[in-house]
């Protein structure tokens, strides 16, 4: 007689949630370091990556906290929020994107590599935290 194991359904909801988080919200440098070739500066508050993607290329699903985009050339980019559908962006060299915190994908849709440089605005409340966790240390009893 065979025995089937059944996984409890915590198990099946912790897989799934596991899985989301390898399919989205990766951090772009790690997803696509040869798109996003360079971090020019990272601090506390912004990290500032180089970025450069070439015809035809395509960067996996990945995640941003609220960012702006610099164009140092023209792009034509073809952009999927999660649950969404595909827009295309046509961006000229000089325009400045702000854009809200994202889980997307993107594609190249041009004749040329697109060349940008993004901002990463770093969450308020990670700053809070370590000024918290420096006050406790620096507590003196």
């Known amino acids: 007689m065979k025995t ?3 996984f409890p359904k915590t198990q099946i909801i912790g897989m799934f949630l ?7 919200g990766q951090d ?12 020019l500066l990272e601090n506390d508050a912004v990290r500032v990556i180089e970025l450069e993607i070439t015809a035809g290329q ?3 699903w990945h995640s941003h906290p609220d960012h702006t985009a ?15 559908p595909a827009v295309v962006a046509d961006i000229k060299a000089g325009e400045v994107l702000f854009i809200p ?11 040329s590599s697109a060349k940008l440089i993004v901002t990463e605005i770093k969450p308020k409340m990670a700053k809070k935290m370590m000024t918290k966790t420096d006050d ?5 009893h």
């Not at 596991?18 to 989205?24: E, K, T, V």
């Open 4 to 6: 089937i194991k059944l």
């Open 18 to 24: 596991m899985m989301s988080a390898i399919m989205y």
């Open 28 to 39: 772009p440098v790690k997803v696509a370091p040869d798109v996003y070739k360079k971090i």
């Open 58 to 60: 395509t960067i996996p």
């Open 70 to 84: 610099y164009a140092l050339t023209d792009a034509k980019i073809e952009i999927t929020d999660k649950g969404k």
């Open 101 to 111: 915190k994202v889980t997307h994908m993107a594609k190249n849709i041009g004749t």
């Open 136 to 140: 406790k240390h620096n507590h003196k």
